[in-house]
């Protein structure tokens, strides 16, 4: 029996809105759950008068992306807040021109989850779902979240190219590969910036560094190098 493709699409769709409900309502590290409420409470004194998100954050972008951008976990005072990844911390501010200029995203400036923001073949994801302390998530705490990780990128229909910004992200997407018996071992996968592997036909894995402001303001990362990771990826999605 042939299934149509607007029936896959469809169900795609359907499986990507009830697992960020599902992501939304988790609560499976009590680590993370105690900091992202602390953060919620405790307030960046520029946001004292703003209503943190303090919860996981679900997963943004246009469904039937080609494309996925996989990061590492919400900012504290970043995402945490707002809800949304990538908004309202320097790792966004940095991002979103440059996936405007590569033509993925409506707008150069995300601030909130409400400032009409759409993503065009893109979706963003993080191997980490809630803020962790200093950034670091543990590893228990990344494997709680792979389930979430695995399920998403088989709702993701239209999916061809994977781009992972850091180390962190990409080691968590070379881990789902081996879950999911994709690959048989990891040894040819190394991390680098502007390292390329062709995983299928019609699926390849990007890597770039994260960022962070510990990597632009240092020029370790800059927007030309950056956007030349998108531009390839909008060439993969395309082939």
Request: with cysteine; charged share 20%; hydrophobic share 40%.
């Amino acid at each position: 029996m042939i299934v149509p493709m607007t029936q896959i699409v469809n169900t795609g769709l359907l499986q990507l809105a009830q697992l960020n409900a599902r992501i939304v309502a988790c609560e499976l590290c009590p680590r993370l759950v105690q900091h992202r409420r602390h953060m919620a409470l405790e307030k960046r004194r520029a946001y004292r008068t703003h209503e943190y998100w303090g919860r996981p954050v679900p997963s943004f972008g246009d469904p039937l992306a080609r494309v996925l951008l996989l990061g590492l976990a919400p900012g504290a005072h970043g995402s945490n807040r707002t809800g949304r990844p990538f908004t309202g911390d320097g790792s966004g501010n940095f991002l979103y021109p440059v996936l405007y200029q590569a033509g993925f995203a409506s707008q150069p400036n995300s601030v909130s989850r409400d400032d009409g923001m759409q993503l065009h073949d893109a979706w963003i994801s993080a191997v980490v779902r809630c803020a962790p302390p200093a950034n670091k998530p543990l590893p228990e705490e990344i494997a709680n979240c792979a389930p979430y990780l695995d399920q998403e990128i088989a709702s993701l229909t239209q999916l061809r190219v994977i781009v992972c910004l850091g180390k962190i992200a990409f080691d968590g997407y070379v881990a789902h590969l081996l879950r999911t018996r994709q690959i048989e071992r990891r040894s040819a996968f190394k991390f680098a910036h502007g390292a390329e592997f062709q995983i299928a036909p019609n699926r390849f894995l990007l890597a770039t560094y994260h960022p962070s402001l510990q990597n632009t303001n240092t020029g370790k990362l800059t927007a030309p190098m950056f956007l030349k990771i998108f531009q390839r990826a909008r060439t993969l999605a395309s082939s």
